[in-house]
C-alpha cells in the first residue's frame, strides 16, 4: 500500500482565479464554495475566481479563501479515490488539514479562520510589526542573530521552512537590527509584504482571544492523522485547542515536519493554491514529491502520477 500525505498551503498563496477551474469542471468542488459562501453571508467564491486582489488580499478574506479553495481541491481529489494516511499545513493550512481530516466541519472552519484573521490582523498597529524571509544561513546563526537584536525589542524566528530558509517577525527596529547582523554573516534577507507580524510573542494577546473562538469547537475524531506547526508531531486528541492557541506566537516547524512525515509516507502531495510547500519539500524529499493540485491542469498531471506510483 503506498502512503501518501497531504499538504495545504498557509496564507500568501492566494491568487485571483483560484478554484475557478475546479469549479467548473466538478460539482464536488463547486459544493464546497457554494457551502462556504453560505456560511460566511458572502460571495467569498467571487472574491476567489474574480477578484479584486485588493479584497482577496484582506486577512479576515484571505484566510477562509485559502482554506475552501484547498479543501475544493482536496473534494476533487476524494472523489477520485485519492486520499491520505497523514496531512500537514503551513499555518493556516493546518486548518485546511485539520478540516480535511473531519476534526472541523466546514462550516465551522471558514467562520472560524475568518475571525482568525481579524484578530490578527488587529492585534498589532499598522507598521509596528514586520516579517522578512533569511537565507543561506544556518538555524543556530539566525537563531543567535534574533537573541543578540533582542536588545531592540521582540523578534522571533517564525518559520524553518527548508534548509537554508527561515523567516524571523517581530518589532520592526528589532527585525531590521537581527538583519544587519544576519546580512554581515553572509545571510540574504528579504523583507516580507505583509502587515502582521504572524508566530512571534506579539501575538500572544491575539492567541487568547482565539482561545476563546476555539474553546466553544465540537472536534470531531480525525480520519487521519494531522502533524502539528508547534510540535511537528501528530496531534494527539484533546490537544487541538492548545495547539492551534500556541501556533500563533510559536514558530512554524515546517522542515522538521516534513522531516517527520518523509518517514511515514511514501509520498507528498501539495493540495490548493500555488506551490510553496512544493519548493520546500523538495529541499528536504524531493523524490518523495508527487506534485500538487490547484487547477484541471496540476490535478491531470498529479493524478497520472499517482496512478504510476500506485500501478
Not at 7 to 14: K, L, T
Not at 87 to 102: I, K, Q, V
Not at 233 to 248: A, H, R, S, Y
Not at 273 to 292: D, E, M
Request: glycine letters at 10%; proline letters at 4%.
Amino acid at each position: 500500500m503506498v502512503r501518501l500525505a497531504f499538504v495545504f498551503p498557509g496564507q500568501g498563496a492566494q491568487y485571483v482565479g483560484m478554484g475557478k477551474e475546479l469549479c467548473e469542471q466538478f460539482t464536488t468542488a463547486r459544493e464546497v464554495f457554494e457551502r462556504a459562501d453560505e456560511a460566511l453571508g458572502f460571495k467569498l467564491s467571487r472574491v476567489c475566481f474574480t477578484g479584486p486582489a485588493e479584497e482577496l488580499d484582506r486577512t479576515e478574506v484571505t484566510q477562509p479563501a485559502i482554506l475552501v479553495a484547498s479543501l475544493a481541491a482536496y473534494a476533487v481529489l476524494q472523489a477520485e479515490g485519492v486520499t491520505p494516511c497523514l496531512a500537514a499545513g503551513l499555518s493556516l493550512g493546518e486548518y485546511s488539514a485539520l478540516t480535511a481530516a473531519g476534526v472541523l466541519e466546514l462550516e465551522t472552519a471558514v467562520r472560524l479562520v475568518a475571525k482568525r484573521g481579524r484578530i490578527m490582523q488587529e492585534a498589532v498597529p499598522e507598521g509596528a510589526g514586520m516579517m522578512a524571509a533569511i537565507m543561506g544561513l544556518e538555524h543556530a546563526i539566525v537563531e543567535e542573530a534574533c537573541s543578540r537584536a533582542s536588545e531592540s525589542g521582540i523578534v522571533d524566528i517564525a518559520n524553518y521552512n527548508c534548509p537554508g530558509q527561515l523567516v524571523i517577525s517581530g518589532e520592526r527596529q528589532a527585525v531590521l537590527q537581527a538583519a544587519e547582523f544576519m546580512k554581515e554573516a553572509g545571510g540574504k534577507v528579504i523583507p516580507l509584504s505583509v502587515s502582521v507580524p504572524s508566530h512571534s510573542r506579539l501575538m500572544k494577546e491575539a492567541a487568547q482571544l482565539l482561545a476563546a473562538e476555539l474553546d466553544g469547537i465540537n472536534w470531531g475524531q480525525p480520519g487521519f492523522p494531522v502533524v502539528s506547526n508547534v510540535s511537528a508531531q501528530e496531534i494527539l486528541p484533546g490537544e487541538f485547542t492548545t495547539l492551534l492557541v500556541k501556533q500563533l506566537f510559536s514558530p512554524v516547524r515546517w522542515e522538521q515536519s516534513v522531516e517527520y512525515m518523509a518517514g511515514q509516507v511514501d509520498y507528498f502531495v501539495e493540495v490548493g493554491p500555488g506551490k510553496v510547500l512544493s519548493g520546500f519539500i523538495k529541499k528536504k524529499a524531493r523524490r518523495q514529491l508527487l506534485g500538487n493540485v490547484e487547477d484541471v491542469a496540476s490535478l491531470t498531471r498529479t493524478l497520472d502520477r499517482v496512478k504510476e506510483v500506485l500501478s
